[in-house]
């Protein structure tokens, strides 16, 4: 998803680089300790958090928690700091950066959850290394995740779903959680999930949403 470029949005993450990282040299690791108040809470990451309600969301939901949204688009980065902003979130940190160089950004075994939420679908066979769940990705997600961390995915995309599962699946990961209609599990999981924007939409228009929890085992 490419969202028009808002000139508003540039200028805002100038004017914050303490909550924003704009385009990190990958050789360069981010030193988190300046970034959070208390580095000691448990460091989750969204990978393309898009406008951001979701790890917003959580950011406000959950003040015992770190957050960080790593996000390519500078436009979505502007949107996601307007909220952090709004709703005075000191424990998320914008990160405007490729996901490719994820492994960079962070120490090893440093965060105990990814997102992927929604993530492009890129159909086409020659474009399968840019799907967030291929192999290399899912590598380097290894390498930032503690040992006992998750990845937790939602799409509405069957064939991206699918994917998924046999790509994990082949690089040995662990399921905890599989749902090909999340909206119509059990109440309490239904009442605990968060939605992102896409997932409104899509939900809106009757598409079942589906979901997995995975690990990389010990
Ligand atoms: N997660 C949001 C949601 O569910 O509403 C947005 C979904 S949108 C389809 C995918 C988002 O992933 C876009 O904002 C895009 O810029 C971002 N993205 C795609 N590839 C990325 C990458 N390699 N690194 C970081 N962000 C990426």
Redesign the pocket.
């Known amino acids: 998803?490419?969202?028009r470029n808002k000139p508003w949005a540039v200028k805002l993450v100038q004017e914050h680089p303490e909550s924003v990282i704009d385009r990190p040299d990958p050789s360069q690791r981010i030193d988190w300790s300046k970034r959070f108040a208390d580095i000691s809470k448990p460091l989750e990451i969204?990978?393309?958090?898009?406008?951001g309600?979701?790890i917003t969301t959580m950011a406000e939901e959950h003040p015992e928690k770190n957050f960080v949204a790593?996000?390519?688009?500078m436009t979505?980065a502007g949107m996601i700091l307007r909220t952090k902003l709004a709703k005075k979130l000191s424990n998320i940190q914008i990160l405007c950066?490729?996901?490719?160089n994820i492994a960079s950004f962070f120490d090893s075994h440093s965060a105990s959850k990814i997102y992927l939420?929604?993530?492009?679908p890129w159909p086409k066979t020659r474009h399968e290394k840019?799907r967030?769940t291929y192999k290399s990705f899912l590598q380097k997600y290894q390498t930032v995740l503690q040992e006992n961390g998750q990845i937790e995915f939602?799409t509405d995309n069957a064939g991206l779903f699918a994917y998924s599962v046999q790509s994990m699946n082949n690089f040995g990961m662990h399921f905890d959680f599989v749902s090909v209609d999340l909206h119509n599990e059990k109440d309490e999981i239904v009442a605990a999930n968060i939605e992102?924007?896409?997932?409104h939409k899509f939900a809106a228009q009757g598409n079942p949403i589906y979901a997995l929890h995975a690990d990389f085992g010990v």
């Open positions: 998803m490419r969202l969204e990978v393309g958090p898009g406008k309600k979701f790593l996000e390519l688009q979505a950066a490729d996901a490719a939420n929604f993530s492009d840019r967030l939602k992102t924007e896409y997932e």
